[in-house]
């Protein structure tokens, strides 16, 4: 059962800066994922959300730019990508399926390659 807990308190400062142990303790009591199946779901899901809000924006206010990336849900995605370099794959399926998965995202190439080196290293090949 979730229980109810206090509110995400981000650090000061941009969240590109923030560690990995402060993103841990601002996520400590959400839902988190615990496989990368997960992980990507919850990506995919921001990256949808992200698009319903953009065009429901853009048919109220028509040419209007608008961002509604808050530094929370920015932080988030961040610590959910963490996630992508620190899960180890269940099986050799779930590691080709992220694999596969990363083309979705917009990844700089030095985190695309942490996350595959990740991926090669932890998988349960054969």
Request: proline share 6%.
């Amino acid at each position: 059962m979730l229980q109810a807990t206090s509110p995400a308190v981000l650090p000061d400062g941009d969240h590109w800066r923030w560690t990995p142990l402060q993103l841990v303790e601002v996520f400590a009591g959400s839902v988190n994922p615990i496989t990368l199946s997960e992980v990507i779901a919850e990506l995919r899901y921001w990256r949808w959300l992200y698009r319903v809000r953009r065009h429901a924006r853009a048919t109220r206010y028509p040419g209007e730019l608008w961002d509604d990336e808050t530094l929370l849900v920015q932080a988030r995605h961040e610590y959910a990508e963490r996630l992508l370099r620190e899960l180890r794959p269940v099986d050799r399926a779930e590691a080709v399926m992220v694999a596969a998965a990363l083309d979705e995202f917009e990844f700089d190439s030095e985190r695309l390659i942490a996350i595959l080196r990740h991926l090669i290293d932890r998988s349960p090949f054969p």
